[in-house]
Structures are given as structure tokens and as C-alpha cells.
């Protein structure tokens, strides 16, 4: 038998460890010979938090997520986002109210607000003498939630690999408007969402959630024919056997997803948000 310190022995370890994260992702086995690490583990690992424990994030980690989203890659290094770090339970509490009473972001010791920050080039476009027109496109404004994006994920990765725990909150944009009142935005910015941040509450925990079977998402060369039904129905089982689990109330994803995109009533007011941004100085052309 191989020594517990040897490579073959720490070797056989990782892979152990790889096949059950994938299968854990997928609830049935992905055969990937890669050579398993922690980065990869903290990745595939992740599953979204809305239980914490009161005690605060520790020193220094507000600074990490930021510098790890910093390091995501940024469109012509424009790095059109900023972020803010809400602790203020009075703030938090206005801040779920206007998200559908979310009890994770009072519980959360720490929300960070995402925002797409079109103002600080504004502003520099002024200072140079080159107004910022190409701000006005609809391009630029999904130009900054796609960066915002990438930079959040990575601090969510960043948190994830010092033992946080975090959920991000779409629900900020149900009123956006009075968001940024709350937040004292000025002018061409929007919080695209909000992420609560803590230790998980081990009373409570999370499990990963098992996602699509990849023949469902990934073709390659051009997009293709796939057993769409076949692989939806297989899906809906997996989430309902880790819906049980999880002694959560068993439906199919493919209802529940159905549910979430059928109409206006089901987009919590944000089928208002071309008007809202508008208000606040995106043209969107
Ligand atoms: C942009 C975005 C917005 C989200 N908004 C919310 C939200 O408002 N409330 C919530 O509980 N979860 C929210 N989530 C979390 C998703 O529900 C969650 O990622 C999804 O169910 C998959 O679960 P997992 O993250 O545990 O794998 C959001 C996720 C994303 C990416």
C-alpha cells in the first residue's frame, strides 16, 4: 500500500476527491483524467450560502475579494464597475426591504453591492476634453455588467477559498431607482446585483446543486441536435432527488425555470429597468 505521504498515495487522494466533486455537480459520474488541485476543487465545489453565523468576515477580506475581482480579465481595461461594501445592519435592512425581504442580507455580516460605474469614465472623458459618447450604447451598458460579472465571480471564488460563504442578490434590481438613492449613486451607475458575504452557518448547510448534463449545453464546432427532451427529463429527476435531500419541496426544473421567465408578474418589477435606466443617465442607443 502506498505511504500516506507518497505522490501515488496523494495522487489517488485527489482523484478520489475530483470524481466525487463532479459527481456531486452532475449526480452521475464525469470520467476527466485531469489532475485534481484546490483551485479546481474551490470551483467545482460551489454551491450558494443564505444561512450565516453573526461573527464578521475577518481582516482583510473585503480587500481580497476586491483584488481578486481586479484580477478578472476586463474589456480593453476599462474596468467600468465599482463596489461597495455595506455593514450597516440599518442600511442592510433598507437594502433587503427593497430586494424582497431577503433575511440573508440582514443575517450576512457583510453585502457587497456591485455596481456598473459608467460615471468614473464620464468623468474623465470630460476632463480630457473627449466626452464620453460612446457611453451612450446599449453595447457599453452590457460592456460594464459583463465585466462587473467576471469581476464578482472571482471574488465569490476568492471568498469561497478562504472558507466563506456567499450568495449573490438579483434582487437589488427591483428597485433599482431607490437602490442608488440608498447607495448615493450618482449619475450613470447601477447596482447590477448585490452578493451577501459571511461564514456559513453550519447548522444550515449547503449542498452543491446539481447543474444541466452537459450534453445539454456544450456542443462543439456549431451549435447541435440534442435529446432535449431526454435531458431535461433526466435533469428534473437529478433536482428532484437532491431536492429531497435537501427536504425542500420537490419540483421539476424545467416548471420551476418555466415559472420564472413566463411573464411581467413573474419579474418582480425589473420589466421596468429600460425606463429606470434611463432615469438614471444609460441612453442605451
Ligand atoms: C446574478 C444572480 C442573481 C441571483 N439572485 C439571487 C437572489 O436574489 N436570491 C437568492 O437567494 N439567490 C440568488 N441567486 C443564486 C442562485 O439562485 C443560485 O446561484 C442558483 O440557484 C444555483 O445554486 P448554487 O449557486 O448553489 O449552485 C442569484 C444568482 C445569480 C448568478
Known amino acids: 500500500m502506498a505511504d500516506a505521504t507518497s505522490l501515488a498515495y496523494r495522487t489517488d487522494v485527489a482523484a478520489g476527491r475530483r470524481d466525487t466533486r463532479l459527481y456531486d455537480r452532475y449526480r452521475t459520474p464525469l470520467d476527466l483524467s485531469v489532475a485534481w488541485n484546490e483551485t479546481l476543487d474551490t470551483i467545482v465545489a460551489h454551491r450558494s450560502v443564505r444561512a450565516y453565523r453573526p461573527d464578521p468576515v475577518p481582516a482583510g477580506a473585503v480587500e481580497l475579494a476586491v483584488a481578486a475581482a481586479q484580477s478578472a480579465p476586463t474589456s480593453s481595461n476599462l474596468q467600468p464597475w465599482t463596489v461597495i ?3 450597516d445592519p440599518d442600511r442592510k435592512a433598507r437594502l433587503a426591504a427593497l430586494a424582497g425581504n431577503q433575511k440573508q442580507i440582514l443575517q450576512a455580516p457583510l453585502f457587497l453591492l456591485w455596481i456598473v460605474d459608467h460615471q468614473r469614465l464620464t468623468r474623465i472623458g470630460d476632463r480630457v476634453g473627449t466626452p464620453a459618447e460612446g457611453l ?3 453595447e457599453s451598458f452590457l460592456l ?3 465585466d462587473t460579472s467576471l469581476a464578482a465571480q472571482n471574488a465569490v471564488v476568492a471568498l469561497e477559498a478562504i472558507g466563506l460563504g456567499s450568495c449573490y442578490i438579483g434582487g437589488i434590481r427591483n428597485k433599482p431607482a431607490e437602490v442608488a438613492a440608498e447607495l448615493a449613486l450618482p449619475p450613470r451607475s447601477f447596482a447590477l446585483f448585490g452578493l451577501t458575504v459571511g461564514y456559513p452557518d453550519p447548522a444550515a448547510p449547503a449542498s ?6 452537459q450534453k445539454a449545453v456544450l456542443f462543439r464546432e456549431r451549435y447541435g441536435a440534442s435529446d432535449h427532451a431526454g435531458l431535461i427529463a433526466a435533469y428534473d429527476a437529478r433536482l428532484r432527488g437532491f431536492q429531497r435531500e435537501q427536504a425542500m419541496p420537490e419540483r421539476d426544473w424545467s416548471e420551476q425555470a418555466s415559472q420564472r421567465v413566463r411573464g411581467i408578474d413573474s419579474l418582480a418589477g425589473r420589466h421596468l429597468l429600460r425606463d429606470v435606466l434611463h432615469g438614471l443617465g444609460f441612453r442605451l442607443d
Open 144 to 146: 460594464g455588467a459583463v
Open 85 to 87: 461594501a455595506v455593514a
Open 136 to 138: 451612450h450604447f446599449l
Open 208 to 213: 452543491v446543486k446539481p447543474r444541466l448534463p
